[in-house]
Every structure is written in C-alpha cells, then in structure tokens.
C-alpha cells in the first residue's frame, strides 16, 4: 500500500510540473541583447545615416530583436520543426512575394516609360 501511494505521490508531482522551465540568466540574457539592438537602432538615427543605409540597418536589427524575441519569449526555439514553419514560413514567404512585386514593378514601370516615351 505504501508503494502504491508514493507512486501516485511521485505522478501528481510530475503532472505539477508539465512544461519547461528555462534559467532566468537565458532570459536576461535575451532583453540585455534586446536592449543592444535597440541602442544599435537608435544610434542609426543618432548618426544621420540616410538612404539604404539608414533602413538596410533599421530592418536587420528589428528581425533580429523579433527573431530573439519569437525564438526565446514564445518558445519557438525549443517547439517542434513543423510548428515552427507553420508559423515562420509564412512571413518569410510573404517576404519573397514583396521583393517578386518590386522588381515586377520597376521592369513595367521601366517598359512603360520605353514603350510610351515618358521621361
């Protein structure tokens, strides 16, 4: 009978215990290099950087603060590979499909000024 009972003892404090738990010290060290880049990004206007320059700097560090932030913060790094591309493949293709449209954009933008002789 005692066996019986530590036994389910030891199964309820398992089932008290579901899910993960991670160091505090991953966590500070997450928002200590959150604040980095976003002292990186700051200083990209603090130091007049212009043109593609300026956003080429401004996009890399906000996918990178979000891609710390969705990796760490919602547990994306320690979930199965199939959730993570159902949640991350999407963005990353709507991305492809903007850069497609661009460049679309600027060869029939281009054409149209040949064809119709608009300066």
Same mark, same amino acid.
């Given at each position: 009978?005692?066996?019986?009972?530590?036994?389910?003892?030891?199964?309820? !404090?398992?089932? !008290?215990?579901?899910?993960?738990?991670?160091? $505090?010290?991953?966590?500070?060290?997450?928002?200590?290099?959150?604040?980095?880049?976003?002292?990186?990004?700051?200083?990209?206007?603090?130091?007049?950087?212009? %043109?593609?320059? *300026?956003?080429?700097?401004?996009?890399?560090?906000?996918?990178?603060?979000? %891609?710390?932030?969705?990796?760490?913060?919602?547990?994306?790094?320690?979930? *199965?590979?199939?959730?993570?591309?159902?949640?991350?493949?999407?963005?990353?293709?709507?991305?492809?499909?903007?850069?497609?449209?661009?460049?679309?954009? !600027?060869?029939?933008?281009?054409? *149209?000024?040949?064809?119709? %002789? $608009?300066?």
């Amino acid at each position: 009978m005692a066996q019986a009972t530590a036994q389910v003892e030891s199964v309820s !404090d398992s089932l !008290d215990h579901e899910g993960q738990e991670h160091p $505090i010290k991953l966590y500070l060290v997450v928002w200590g290099w959150l604040f980095v880049l976003s002292t990186f990004s700051y200083l990209v206007d603090y130091f007049n950087f212009e %043109g593609y320059l *300026r956003w080429s700097l401004i996009l890399l560090f906000m996918m990178l603060k979000a %891609g710390l932030i969705v990796a760490v913060f919602m547990h994306m790094a320690w979930e *199965r590979l199939a959730l993570a591309y159902a949640i991350l493949l999407p963005p990353v293709l709507v991305l492809v499909f903007v850069v497609i449209m661009t460049l679309e954009s !600027d060869y029939t933008l281009w054409l *149209r000024t040949i064809f119709f %002789g $608009i300066s």
